[in-house]
């Protein structure tokens, strides 16, 4: 089975590589830097399964699950994610993902997920089941946070963290005036006027600790 494997960590990209190729139905087929490559190398390489980071220079992982799905309908996308799963796996399946793992659960658990998922199945924990057993049997109104979408998400949780404008600038490999951009769109959909209320509203939703 061919892997397309993407993180722009060398280490990391070195440490799937080194995993996989201790199995002996696993190989990767191609590693990506970034989210371009990511699709060069869908369309040029055989593949059979995708694991991607979340987090990566131009299109996040997210973005990247969706364009695959519909260019190649057939073949699962995994994420593997420094961020929690209860912050972020949700949102990974409703774009498309066939899973969603954290680098702290690899390596056992990728591998695992990478047989279920080529298999046709979907990866999730037990908690996240749960979450999502209760979200599609419920008819409560939707949060407002909901409303963002991935992109807007993400920064909202990352500023909710704690983090200025210029360190969430650094870590997404995008300038501050964008961020400051995509701050003030957060802040207009949900209604709030500052950071500080934007973090009383990540605590209170359990968005953040």
């Known amino acids: 089975m061919n892997i397309l494997i993407a ?6 990209r ?6 996989l190729a201790s199995e002996s ?13 990511v699709l060069e190398l ?4 055989d593949w059979d399964v995708a694991v991607l980071d979340y987090n990566m220079p131009g299109r996040t992982g997210l973005e990247l699950v969706k364009e695959l799905r519909q260019r190649f309908p057939g073949r699962p996308v995994l994420i593997l994610s420094m961020y929690p799963e209860e912050r972020y796996a949700l949102r990974a399946l409703k774009a498309g993902a066939a899973g969603y ?7 056992g658990e990728l591998v695992s ?21 209760q979200e599609l049997g419920g008819d409560n109104e939707r949060p407002v946070h909901e409303l963002l ?3 807007e998400y993400q920064i909202m949780w990352m500023i909710a963290s704690g983090r200025t404008v210029g360190e969430v600038a650094g870590q997404l490999f995008l300038s501050p005036n964008t961020i400051s951009t995509y701050r003030a769109r957060i802040l207009r959909k949900m209604n709030m006027k500052s950071n500080a209320e934007l973090m009383h509203y990540a605590i209170a939703h359990h968005l953040v600790d």
Do not use: C, F, W
């Open 7 to 12: 993180d722009d960590h060398p280490v990391v």
């Open 14 to 19: 070195q440490g799937l590589r080194q995993m």
């Open 25 to 37: 139905d696993l190989a990767v087929a191609a590693e990506a830097r970034n989210g371009h490559e």
């Open 42 to 45: 869908s369309q040029s390489i």
């Open 101 to 107: 793992i954290t680098k702290e659960s690899a390596p």
């Open 113 to 133: 997920a990478i047989r279920k998922v080529a298999r046709g199945g979907k990866y999730v924990s037990a908690t996240l089941g749960e979450r999502l057993a």
């Open 149 to 151: 979408s991935d992109r």
